[in-house]
């Protein structure tokens, strides 16, 4: 059986730089160490995943500068393959800093360089090009984007018969909403921010991702909720899933971890429930490592198989 192919797309990529820290203070002079480089931003993040996973993946990427030169460079020795769009603008650098004296993750992300709207035409067309049976757009877009960019991609996805999953918020993700998704992948915050109220007492969440998905919004609405699991409804109803229990060192691309072994599994052939699992596994196995999006495929496997067993079959 041919293995299928996932194209990711990645606006507003970055290199991401992971250290620790004895102690995290102003003012004074903060000595890190065990540094990590990764190439990082949503998109890049999941065809990271896919392809620890043997997955055959292509990731779309917007690289400017030296930074988007190192990009390149750190996805060619993970062995990803790219496809590199050059821009005027340089790609954004972002830091974390793990506080070992408070076990505390400290995030500094960049807001990333000025698009233009023929780049973004480039990106549109590189997305029409390369063949491919899903299409995962993740991650914010960069400055000068339209809001209706993912909803442009969703429109070629449409023209050329692909599935595709978008992992983005705010006025993005619903200006793309109804227009044939296979999935969406908010966090419970990036939901309740999408439908304008919050979700806390019971039973609120699941009705309205079951309403969203009958009004015909997305296929699938999975919702990340860290420490309380996650959610999935589809038009066959809402499942749950638990939290594994590990050992968390990094949050740092646990939901990109989620949403590319998911839709791994789905362009597999894997029921809902199943690919739900896999995503749960894989999220978890990524909180183990330090770094973004370093789960390991033997982690993932091994946790999905705990859920297979106990939870979901």
């Known amino acids: 059986m041919t293995e299928p192919r996932i194209v990711t797309v990645t606006v507003n990529p970055t290199v991401d730089i992971a250290c620790d820290a004895d102690k995290v203070r102003p003012i004074h002079k903060i000595r890190t160490f065990a540094e990590m480089q990764d190439p990082g931003g949503g998109g890049v993040n999941v065809a990271r995943v896919v392809h620890e996973l043997g997955g055959d993946v292509l990731a779309i990427v917007l690289a400017g500068g030296f930074p988007g030169k190192f990009l390149e460079e750190l996805l060619s020795e993970e062995r990803v393959p790219s496809r590199a769009l050059h821009i005027a603008g340089r790609t954004r650098i972002s830091y974390t800093v793990h506080d070992r004296s408070s076990l505390q993750e400290y995030r500094f992300v960049a807001e990333g360089p000025l698009v233009s709207e023929a780049e973004s035409q480039a990106v549109l067309a590189a997305v029409e090009q390369e063949p491919g049976d899903w299409i995962v757009a993740s991650g914010s877009l960069a ?171």
């Open 143 to 313: 400055p000068g984007m339209p809001e209706d960019f993912y909803a442009r991609i969703a429109a070629v996805a449409a023209r050329t018969g692909r599935h595709l999953a978008l992992d983005t918020s705010g006025a993005p993700l619903r200006r793309a909403l109804g227009r044939g998704l296979a999935l969406i992948k908010p966090s419970l915050g990036e939901f309740e921010m999408l439908v304008g109220r919050s979700l806390q007492a019971p039973g609120e969440l699941e009705q309205a991702a079951a309403d969203m998905v009958r009004a015909g919004a997305a296929e699938r609405i999975a919702v990340t909720r860290g420490h309380l699991g996650a959610m999935l409804a589809t038009a066959a109803g809402v499942l749950h899933l638990p939290p594994i229990a590990v050992e968390a060192r990094s949050a740092v691309g646990a939901g990109d971890s989620f949403t590319g072994a998911m839709v791994l599994a789905l362009a597999r052939g894997a029921t809902d429930a199943d690919a739900f699992a896999w995503g749960m596994a894989a999220g978890a196995a990524a909180v183990m490592h330090t770094g973004t999006a370093h789960p390991a495929r033997a982690d993932v496997e091994r946790l999905h198989a705990s859920l297979r067993g106990g939870v979901i079959r």
